[in-house]
């Protein structure tokens, strides 16, 4: 599986931006998908996961702000972020997961750069 994450850009605290990540081959719909970002000087951190089924997760620290969405038909996942804050600067990376009872992804995007002015 390949994924290609895109939408990332400079916003002003408060705005918005979605993330897509879109996926080759034809079992899409049997992975989990999820993002991570990873700011300056710190690691990877989990942002949410939409899994097979459609439930979804979220980061304490955006839940509430983000919204994870999934269009099987396209192959893709959508993440809405809403009121971004200078907190949420970071590389944002999309991932694809093939057993939903194994913490570690499996496949990953090549990243996209998401950066909140103040």
């Known amino acids: 599986v390949q994924l290609q994450a895109s939408g990332g850009g400079l916003v002003q605290a408060g705005g918005s931006l979605r993330l897509s990540c879109t996926a080759s081959?034809?079992?899409?719909?049997?992975?989990?998908m999820g993002w991570f970002r990873e700011a300056p000087g710190k690691g990877r951190e989990f942002v949410a996961t939409?899994?097979?089924?459609?439930?979804?997760y979220y980061a304490v620290s955006v839940k509430g702000r983000f919204t994870l969405s999934r269009d099987n038909a396209k192959n893709t996942v959508y993440l809405q972020m809403n009121s971004l804050k200078p907190g949420d600067t970071a590389v944002y990376y999309c991932?694809?997961?093939?057993?939903?009872?194994?913490?570690?992804?499996?496949?990953w995007g090549q990243g996209t750069q998401v950066t909140v002015s103040s």
């Open positions: 991932a694809a997961r093939q057993n939903s009872a194994n913490p570690k992804y499996d496949f």
């Open positions: 081959g034809r079992t899409f719909s049997t992975y989990d």
């Open positions: 939409v899994h097979r089924t459609g439930g979804t």
